[in-house]
């Protein structure tokens, strides 16, 4: 069946770049997306890409798409603290997304 | 505008009891979506719902789980007799007509004793 896929943990120390990586099963999906995930709060949409862009940039933010291998990657440039979370990919083409299990974004100072 | 309301946030039940998690949606906001997470997994779809509406329950167990979206009122996720799989994080999401963009509550974390 469908699935994403995220390692569980990353560590950077501040003011790295964090880059959080996702691969997914689907390739009819249209939109992927990456949500962040605060404790004791709901998921936030951080951004998305359609399915026939390579990149995309939202300031501290860039999304590469490989299509080919299948492969969805969110780098954060400048990591601070309060980027601290947890970080969901998610594919689909409609309301129903496949959801990865999470990366927990760790910052050491 | 407040954000999607999810209540409680955390509820304890012994096995066989009744859980019932409740669901606000965003002002204007005529669409709600309900999906659960295990520990350490993704989100999984439940259900999605319009107003007195079930459009997809493909993703509702078929037994002990039921949902609605009464025309007045939050929407409702309804377990009957929980046993300790379901100890779970649910999460309610609501989104605008004629929109995909799904904005998520906190989440109800419920777990079975």
Redesign the interface.
Known sequence: GED?EQS?FLSVREGDSSVINCTYTDSSST?LYW?KQEP??????LTYIFSNMDMKQDQRLTVLLNKKDKHLSLRIADTQTGDSAIY?C?EGG?????????TKLIIKP | NAGVMQNPRHLVRRRGQEARLRCSPMKGHSHVYWYRQLPEEGLKFMVYLQKENIIDESGMPKERFSAEFPKEGPSILRIQQVVRGDSAAYFCASSPPLDNEQFFGPGTRLTVL
Do not use: R, T
Request: aromatic share 24%; no cysteine; proline share 0%.
């Open positions: 994403v569980l939109y949500y004791g709060a709901g998921l936030q949409l969901f998610a409609n309301y129903q997304l496949i959801w990865g299990a999470g």
